[in-house]
């Protein structure tokens, strides 16, 4: 074919094309945070006859909240980066949160508990990897498998019934998701703080570590990744491994917030929550998007929506169609973006 | 058509073409690989719409904007990958998208009339309309495809490369089938590189070259000798600058290579120094022996070894270890990740250059990639940004750069040129010849004979998967490297 150089005009054009890249990387950096504050800002418009929306209390109650499914989300944006999905989050956090309360009441050591129930949750989540890498099928599939597989190994855990282990929880333990008193320098609960912690070390491990470039390239175009020599059967277990190590920690959450109980039938549509928190956030669903601080923000989004129509008095049925009103507009958003690149 | 133009950017992919089919008459369109018959094929279809040009069936004026548009017209196309529900039955494949039927209810009986009118015109009244269409070999499944094309009421037939997965006996069998359609006063355009089948089928020819006609006429006056002149004869430009380099001891050796389909029973050697090129038609192997030469495609039988290191062919991992490196024909669906940076790019195969413990030291490796940029004059803003936004010709800089920073010796280009300008395509020639004067070897594959003919030191031409023919450079001609392609004897 004939052509011809593009030389003279390449140096003008890039320069333009990063100009629009940066404004278009910063607007749907924003978005999220846009989203949150508008949602905040109605609900104080709404609720100011009553009185102010977002009192201390209140926020402290929404971190609190927030906190379980933001741990699971921190997991899950990696899963989604990496280009995967895991659908079986919800289950898992039910057999983890039995499995913890089941081993308290045995007498186990609750240190050694606490380990052993992170463990089950990275090797749930290696599970799935394995079983997507070696059967070469979708993780849509093999997760929607799985999700019903622990839903029953929780079930068969627990007797089919609660785990009541109050007595057995040590204070440490306990005190996770208790809500500070007024006053204290904590702020928010030690649950919270250990979902922003753990958020702050993910996002470095993204950004700052082999594994974290791995995980972008496997979600941006696995055919490369592969090409490049990256291991990718490895890289897809591990990755559902750390997905599984953060739904351990969420299971723990939940166990404390359910009052100290496992509850084989917890976490249900949480899966749902979850991956609707990373996709609020940024997260691209084909891989290789997504970003720690938009998914806490996406998780946060949703929780500020729960309670603020609580306080206002919207009812539970109109709370989910606004949600998932947010949920569409929020991808739509998104994709209008960043339409048009490559 | 007449005068029908297209660019698409910089890119004049077709211009100024007219071609003219006759009822009852088999047209063959020829050109090589690149020379502008899919994007024809595609104007034709309505999938893309030519710049200038119009176009007429049976003196109707033909504007084709959606594909279903040409079917109303009368065009209907083959393609090389067939287009088929592999689930569904054989009727209901011919019938898909032309169902008859009250309220959205398909009438049955009304299909298996027209299903089987249309396979006895074939001259295929055997065909099993019940069974689903996966189950038929390729050749029963063109046919499917070409009873479609009937049941329309097509009057312009085009075939594109339908030869390519069939063995000589389904050929001789699609050939009877077109000789049929033929005599029903259908026009059809054959598009073929395999010559003699064209010499078979065809009655006129048009020949294209650089998205231009080179030259058309009835296939009865001219020698397949002549049309092969037309695919090829152009001029030579000072595109390739010369940079000496002398081939020493081998570095790459493949012995008795066999790949799952192709490539089959390859034995070659490149040596250190050396520029090693492959030849042939799409669909001869090349780019198969090259992905198992990296470990990217299963090997079946047979070696490969980079000399005093170690065995290839098992993994791209294995093989970057043994100072491989592979450049992709396809730069956005293989080759790179484009939402990610040009610093990600480049160094995603030796990441551990710049890390330690796992962690990866960003600024250092910024300055590397900065020093790489200026070496291989790469137009961006700066490492961080994402390469999906580079021209093609800077994506492929960033690619063969990726090569040079993991210090590969032995080097894997396939069609490292396509789709880039001329001015990067001279650059990257000149690397090439630099890299070759330091001592790596070069396996190249291209469809671009010039560049072939004055890039490398020995050339071989691959057929139907296998490595026919191998000569130094300056022992081929175009013309002959065509003739062996194409599969016809060797001259001289």
């Not at chain 2, 074939?122 to 009873?147: R, S, Y």
């Not at chain 2, 700066?382 to 960033?398: H, R, V, W």
Request: net charge neutral; glycine share 10%.
């Amino acid at each position: 074919m004939s052509q011809q150089s593009d030389a003279p005009s390449a140096a003008a054009d890039t320069k333009h094309v990063h100009v629009t890249a940066i404004i278009r990387s910063v607007i749907s950096f924003l978005v999220p945070f846009i989203g949150l504050l508008v949602v905040t800002l109605i609900f104080t418009a709404i609720n100011l006859p009553n009185g102010w929306f977002l009192t201390i209390f209140r926020m402290k109650l929404i971190a609190n909240q927030t906190a379980t499914v933001a741990m699971g989300a921190l997991g899950m944006t990696v899963i989604i980066i990496s280009g995967g999905i895991d659908l079986s989050v919800g289950s898992l956090l039910a057999l983890c949160s039995v499995s913890l309360a089941a081993m308290l009441r045995a007498g186990v050591d609750p240190m050694l508990a606490v380990f052993l129930v992170l463990s089950i949750g990275m090797a749930a989540g290696a599970f799935n990897g394995v079983l997507i890498t070696g059967l070469r099928l979708v993780p849509f599939i093999i997760t929607l498998g799985s999700m019903l597989i622990f839903r029953g190994l929780a079930h068969l855990v627990a007797d089919q019934k609660k785990i009541q282990a109050a007595e057995q929880t040590p204070a440490w333990l306990a005190n996770l998701m208790t809500i500070t008193p007024p006053g204290s320098w904590k702020f928010i609960s030690t649950g919270a703080w250990m979902v922003v912690i753990l958020g702050i070390v993910l996002a470095v491990v993204l950004r700052y570590s082999v594994f974290g470039r791995y995980v972008f390239a496997l979600g941006s175009n696995e055919a490369t990744a592969r090409l490049c020599g990256v291991n990718v059967p490895r890289m897809k277990i591990a990755v559902y491994a750390v997905g599984g190590f953060f739904m351990g920690i969420a299971g723990i959450f939940d166990f404390n917030y359910l009052g100290k109980q496992g509850d084989p039938t917890g976490g249900d549509a949480m899966e749902l929550k979850i991956i609707a928190a990373v996709v609020i956030g940024g997260g691209s669903l084909s891989g290789g998007r997504g970003s720690v601080l938009g998914t806490l923000i996406g998780a946060l989004t949703m929780t500020v929506l729960t309670t603020g129509c609580n306080v206002v008095g919207v009812s539970d049925p109109v709370e989910k169609i606004i949600i998932g009103a947010i949920i569409v507009a929020a991808v739509a958003i998104d994709r209008f973006l960043h339409r048009g690149r490559n | 058509m007449a005068g029908v133009s297209k660019r698409f950017g910089a890119t004049q992919a077709l211009l100024d073409v007219s071609l003219q089919v006759d009822r009852g008459e088999v047209l063959a369109l020829i050109g090589e690989n690149g020379a502008g018959k899919s994007t024809l094929m595609k104007i034709l279809s309505g999938a893309y719409r030519a710049d200038v040009g119009t176009m007429s069936v049976g003196g109707a004026s033909y504007r084709p904007v959606r594909p279903v548009d040409g079917r109303k017209a009368g065009v209907a196309m083959i393609y090389q990958e067939l287009n088929l529900t592999p689930h569904l039955t054989v009727e209901a494949n011919i019938l898909l998208g032309q169902e008859r039927g009250l309220a959205g209810w398909v009438r049955g009986g009304t299909h298996r009339r027209l299903a089987q009118a249309a396979v006895a015109r074939l001259g295929q009244p055997n065909l099993p309309l019940d069974i689903p269409v996966g189950q038929l070999p390729i050749a029963k499944q063109q046919l499917v495809e070409i009873a479609r094309a009937l049941v329309s009421d097509a009057k312009v037939l085009i075939f594109d490369e339908p030869t390519s997965s069939l063995t000589e006996e389904d050929t001789a069998a699609l050939f009877a089938v077109i000789r049929q359609l033929r005599s029903s006063g259908m026009g059809i355009i054959y598009i073929s590189h395999f010559l003699d089948e064209v010499a078979q089928i065809a009655d006129t020819y048009t020949v294209l070259r650089d998205g231009r006609v080179a030259g058309s006429g009835s296939m009865a006056a001219v020698t397949l000798d002549d049309i092969v002149r037309l695919m090829v004869g152009r001029e030579l430009s000072s595109l390739f600058p010369n940079v000496p380099h002398a081939p020493s001891e081998p570095l790459l050796t493949v012995h008795q290579l066999s790949g799952a389909d192709a490539p089959q029973d390859i034995d070659l050697v490149v040596r250190r120094g050396e520029v090693f090129g492959l030849a042939g038609l799409v669909g001869a192997g090349r780019t198969e022996l090259v992905r198992c030469v990296f470990g990217l495609d299963a090997v079946r039988a047979g070696s490969v070894r980079v000399e005093q290191v170690g065995p290839l062919g098992r993994s791209p991992r294995q093989s970057i270890r043994c100072g491989a490196g592979f450049v992709s024909e396809d730069r956005k669906e293989e080759g790179l990740a484009l939402t990610m940076s040009i610093a990600d790019n480049l160094t995603f195969t030796r990441l551990s250059l710049h890390s330690r413990l796992g962690w990866l030291n960003l600024r250092s490796r910024e300055e590397e990639v900065r020093k790489w940029m200026q070496q291989i004059e790469c137009k961006a803003v700066g490492p961080q940004q994402a390469i999906g936004e580079l021209s093609g010709g800077n994506q492929q800089k960033i690619a063969i750069a990726r090569l040079l920073y993991q210090q590969a010796d032995l080097l894997l280009f396939d069609e490292p040129t396509r789709g880039i300008d001329i001015g990067t395509k001279a650059q990257i020639y000149r690397l090439m010849g630099e890299l070759a004067a330091q001592g790596k070897a070069i396996l190249m594959i291209s469809s671009y004979l010039p560049e072939l003919l004055n890039v490398c030191d020995r050339i071989g031409v691959m057929c139907r998967g296998r490595l026919r023919e191998v000569r130094s450079a300056a022992q081929w001609t175009d013309e002959e490297i065509m003739h062996v392609a194409t599969g016809r004897e060797t001259v001289g």
